[in-house]
């Protein structure tokens, strides 16, 4: 999984965060489809809604958090890129001060 700069699945209406699932839901008469569910309780959008905006500075900023579980132990691995494409192992609880803004990304604790 990357946080970084992500394409919006549809360019004629791009939707982010928790706007994406204040959409109208989608019925049956327009798309044959079953109504979709109220959505998240509205702590659980601000949450999202959060996050997005972390995700938004994390890409002005160009820097980029990989997460991936290794699958020999299943441990999991934490890569941060900035926009010059240098890039470094370093621990998850050192992405999470990267995401809160609490740390530069290649000045991060190693892995």
Do not use: C, N
């Not at 050192?94 to 530069?104: S, T």
């Amino acid at each position: 999984m990357t946080i970084g700069p992500l394409p919006p699945t549809d360019s004629s209406r791009p939707v982010a965060g928790a706007a994406a699932m204040r959409q109208p839901p989608v019925t049956a008469t327009t798309s044959g489809t079953a109504p979709a569910a109220d959505g998240p309780p509205p702590h659980v959008l601000a949450e999202i809604d959060r996050a997005t905006a972390v995700v938004d500075r994390l890409a002005r900023a160009g820097i980029e958090l990989r997460f991936d579980a290794d699958p020999t132990d299943d441990e999991l691995r934490v890569e941060v890129r900035d926009r010059t494409g240098a890039a470094r192992a370093i621990t998850p609880s050192a992405a999470l001060d990267v995401a809160a803004g609490r740390a530069a990304p290649l000045d991060a604790k190693s892995a």
